[in-house]
């Protein structure tokens, strides 16, 4: 299971990245500055969302089949 988190925090991440650095480029127009803000949360972000995801996998019980 600890695969099938680490390859759909991956793929988040790329989603969300492409879609920040696309958001910042779009409204300030800098695409250096956009890069750096982007590879910035790319470092920081998927360690954030996996263990957020591991805890609701290990402790949350809401809505899982007992």
Known sequence: MLKRHLLKTISYRVIGTVTTVSTIY???GDIK???????GELLVKPVLYLIHERVWYNWIKIGRNK
């Open 33 to 39: 500055l956009a890069s750096l803000i982007g590879i």
């Open 26 to 28: 779009f409204l300030g």
